[in-house]
């Protein structure tokens, strides 16, 4: 039988661990059907979706703070290049403005608040942990041949994702911290999650566009979102509660 604080701690587990794997699984949903849309290579996508969204959720789950400094900023920005610009935006400098912004909002962050480069290091986790999921998962898909649907891709690379992030967090961060620069540390992760947010609004804009073919093309990444937002949520949690029995316990993190 479980202790009442055994079974918070796990209801509490299966809640971080769902909602940061949701955020997860949606952000690489769509981050792979563009980059595939974009011309990438079979085995491109999933790296490199795997990677930034890693990197993101990671941003968000450990440097709540910086991640939402950058998201606001993204989001203020965006907002503010479509209403200069109007409707014929460019993607790439909306995502490129969005950065920038989140760059000097991070650092005046960093200038009111000293946190030193954690917020770097746990990103670089992240981005470190979704690069070695996202390359034995592709290597694992090529071997075998076969293709699996959104859902189990999301609810996998979370899990892997997740697992590895859990384990040389303690270590990786602790180590990484004393050569990064501290300065650096929130311009460039608000930066990074500005981007991100940037090229959120780009595509969701693009939906309202009056060019089929452009429509077309975000319908069919908007169709996969869900079902890796669902993937990512069972993923998650799956990987947190096992995690959580082996002894990587969610409130002994620092």
Known sequence: MFTKDQLTAVVMTLFVWGFAGALFGAL???????????????WQPLIIAAALAA?????FYSAMPVA???AMAGVLASISYLIVIGQDIELLAMIVAAGVFGMMAGGFYAWMVTGGSQSLAEALTGLSSGLLAGIALALLLAFTGKHISMFALAAGIVAIVGSLFQISERWLVARSMAWLPSQLSAPIVAGL???VVGASIGIMDGATALNTEAQDMIGLVLREVPNGLWGGLCGGAFAGLVLELLGFRLEDRQ
């Open 68 to 70: 939402l400094v950058g």
């Open 55 to 59: 990197m993101t959720t990671s941003a």
């Open 28 to 42: 690489f949903a769509g981050l792979y059907q563009v980059l595939q849309l974009l011309g990438f290579s079979v």
């Open 193 to 195: 999650v500005a981007a």
